[in-house]
């Protein structure tokens, strides 16, 4: 296990390595450098003095040792400052971090509390009136917008429900105010996951039920629930388990469009601000934190499945 | 490495990197034609996705009113006989608007799945053909790119090329690029070593024969199942740039830009909102159920 998880650490390497290139090219598409960025439109200034705050922002090298410069900076945890408030970016994402991070965990945790129980219903009950009624349910899952369905929520709750949803809180202040103000957009975000965990817990569910070992333990006389809860489930549960985690990456993306609805001040409505500020060393953070966060997951989530699994040995 | 689990992005695509059925020998275009058919949901996709496609392509002769005329004593007026889904704030016609939105959302999905299809593809192809240090390369590129999540690598791009057409194309077509490349490369992989290659080999073909008339029909299964999801997936993520004001700009219709409009009169009209929200949940209803149809006609194995 251990030289399992330093072959992983080391795999992630080259990934974060191609991420870093990703994110620091992402900026040098944009015509104009860093400087004139900086500058705006508004300021005139003599060439010479252009040269000389280029020097400054180290723009004037060659494009690999602003590279390294990048790298080092990023390393050191400098994620530069917002060319708008002069803040440091990495403590204003820190700041809206929490938001998108209980945001998403919560949608999560909305998606498979629905999920599983209906997926094993359903394939419990294969073919009948619920396991079609919940296969329908779960395609249109799929195939609604999620900030559609959020506006439709807001719609449904505050104009017929007249139900409140509460500014955000932090969660060390008030958790159930936390809880209050994200129920909602957490819903918006997960049902899309909810869908595709369903299916996949019915169809992995599915394939178990056929294996030869659970004929097996019926054939000796098993009650049908101890064939389930001991045989068929945990075996199925665990292709489940890489999947769930692997959502995490459609979450934390999907926060930006569930916030922007939503109204909350998380990392999402944080990124959309400075695109639209033209912002960009705000932008380049956020979008590497978030990838950041993407990988550590499935890091999490592939020696969770290597734990697991006890088929799976890594030498 | 992370490529042997990564896989599981999605459950379709799980489903759609399995190796392709084995070739099956004298069966015709009528016989698949007739399994097609017999499918419960994938001719409900096309029926639903060639309807789209028709209203899209006539739009500009059906629409009951000019999409730009305004019509200041109807606005926000509420769905009735002379506006079927009312009107927005500028007493616009949503009905005509809905209509017109199709015409972005299909051809921006259509062209940006293309680009993934013929770069991914190549790319899965050529890695899994040759695999060695050239495999590696581009897998972990492809690594590096799935790294970000989808919609966020898009409004990044976005962000940085500008709001033209075009670049909705590029930013949607990269993103969803890693996902063809795999499918093809787990294909070729498992296709490379069976016997009929090896055949194909010892008879002399070349790489370039091999590939056109061994290689490629067998990758074709998978790669057709992966374009009906990624349809709906690219669809998806237009709407949700537009929404976001990064995507298609007004005053030219799209359902994401719509929805963003009528989301600021949604307790007073919703109307605005519900509609083109509706579209795009039916349009990616029907590649959905295609792509499910497709895959169960194709992959056997996961009845």
């Known amino acids: 296990m251990q030289r399992y998880l330093a072959s992983r650490l080391l795999a992630l390497i080259p990934v974060l390595l191609g ?12 015509p104009g450098d860093a400087v004139q960025l900086f500058l705006g439109t508004q300021v005139e200034m003599t060439p010479a003095q252009m040269a000389e705050l280029r020097r400054f922002f180290g723009v004037d090298k060659p494009i690999y040792a602003q590279f390294l410069d990048y790298l080092g900076r990023v390393v050191r945890g400098d994620f530069g400052v917002s060319l708008r408030t002069s803040r440091p970016v990495l403590g204003d994402i820190m700041q809206r971090l929490p938001l998108s991070f209980q945001l998403a965990s919560l949608a999560l945790i909305v998606a498979t509390v629905l999920a599983i129980p209906l997926g094993i219903a359903s394939a419990v009950t294969r073919n009948s009136l619920f396991d079609v009624a919940t296969r329908i349910g779960g395609l249109l899952g799929l195939s609604i917008p999620n900030f559609w369905l959020g506006a439709m929520l807001i719609l449904v709750f505050s ?7 509460g500014q955000y809180v932090p969660i060390s202040q008030d958790p159930l105010g936390t809880l209050q103000s994200l129920y909602l957009p957490a819903l918006a975000l997960g049902a899309a996951i909810a869908a595709i965990l369903m299916r996949y817990v019915r169809s992995s569910l599915l394939e178990v039920l056929g294996q030869e070992y659970v004929r097996t333990a019926r054939g000796k006389g098993l009650r049908a629930s101890a064939v389930m809860l001991r045989h068929a489930l945990p075996n199925a549960m665990i292709p489940v388990i890489t999947v769930i985690g692997f959502q995490m990456g459609y979450l934390l993306g999907g926060t930006v ?15 959309l601000q400075a695109i639209f500020q033209r912002d960009y060393p705000v932008v380049q953070g956020v979008v590497l934190i978030v990838a950041l966060l993407f990988v550590l997951t499935n890091l999490v989530v592939d020696l969770l499945y290597a734990w697991i699994d006890p088929r799976i040995h890594y030498g | 490495m992370p490529g042997s689990t990564r896989v599981f992005i999605m459950d379709d695509q799980e489903h759609a990197s399995r190796a392709p059925e ?20 994938a001719p409900i996709g096309l029926v639903i996705i060639g309807a789209s496609v028709l209203i899209a392509a006539l739009a500009p002769l059906v629409v009951p009113h000019d999409i ?8 926000l007026a509420p769905p009735s006989r002379t506006y079927l889904f009312g009107t ?47 495999d590696a390369l581009t897998m972990r590129a492809m690594d590096v790119i799935f790294a970000f999540p989808a919609i966020l690598l ?24 890693p996902q063809f490349a795999r499918v093809a490369r787990a294909a070729v992989l498992t296709v490379r070593s069976l016997e009929f290659v090896d055949a194909a080999r010892a008879l002399g073909l070349g790489s370039g024969r091999i590939i056109r008339r061994h290689i490629i029909p067998n990758v074709l299964a998978p790669v057709t199942v992966q374009v009906s999801l990624s349809l709906s997936l690219a669809i998806l993520s237009e709407s949700a740039l537009s929404f976001l004001g990064l995507g298609t700009q007004p005053p030219t219709p799209s359902w994401g830009n719509m929805l963003s409009e009528g989301r600021q009169f949604l ?12 579209a795009i949940m039916v349009v990616v209803l029907g590649f959905n159920l295609l792509g499910d149809g497709l895959r169960d006609l194709l992959d056997p194995r996961l009845r």
């Not at chain 1, 991420?19 to 944009?30: A, G, N, Y």
């Not at chain 2, 293309?114 to 040759?130: E, I, K, P, R």
């Not at chain 2, 919703?270 to 083109?276: C, E, L, M, R, S």
């Open chain 2, 267 to 278: 307790e007073i009209a919703p109307w605005n909102a519900v509609f083109p929200g509706i």
């Open chain 2, 22 to 41: 084995a070739p099956r020998l004298g069966v015709g275009w009528r016989w698949w034609v007739r399994r097609f058919l017999r499918n419960k949901v």
């Open chain 1, 19 to 30: 991420i870093l290139i990703v994110v620091f090219l992402l900026i040098r598409l944009i």
């Open chain 2, 154 to 177: 898009a409004i990044a791009i976005m962000a940085v090329l500008g709001t033209r057409l075009i670049n909705l194309v590029i930013a949607i077509g990269i993103v969803y690029t």
């Open chain 2, 88 to 134: 927005d704030e500028f007493g616009r016609d949503v009905f005509s608007r809905v209509l017109m939105g199709s015409r972005v959302s299909l051809v921006v999905a259509f062209l940006s799945v293309a680009a993934a299809v013929v770069l991914g593809t190549t790319l899965g192809l050529v890695a899994g053909f040759f695999g060695g240090r050239w």
């Open chain 1, 159 to 165: 104009r017929y429900l007249h139900v409140s949803l």
């Open chain 1, 257 to 271: 469009v569930i916030e922007e609805i939503f109204a909350l001040p998380g990392m999402g409505r944080l990124v």
């Open chain 2, 68 to 75: 730009r005329a305004m019509a200041p004593q109807a606005a």
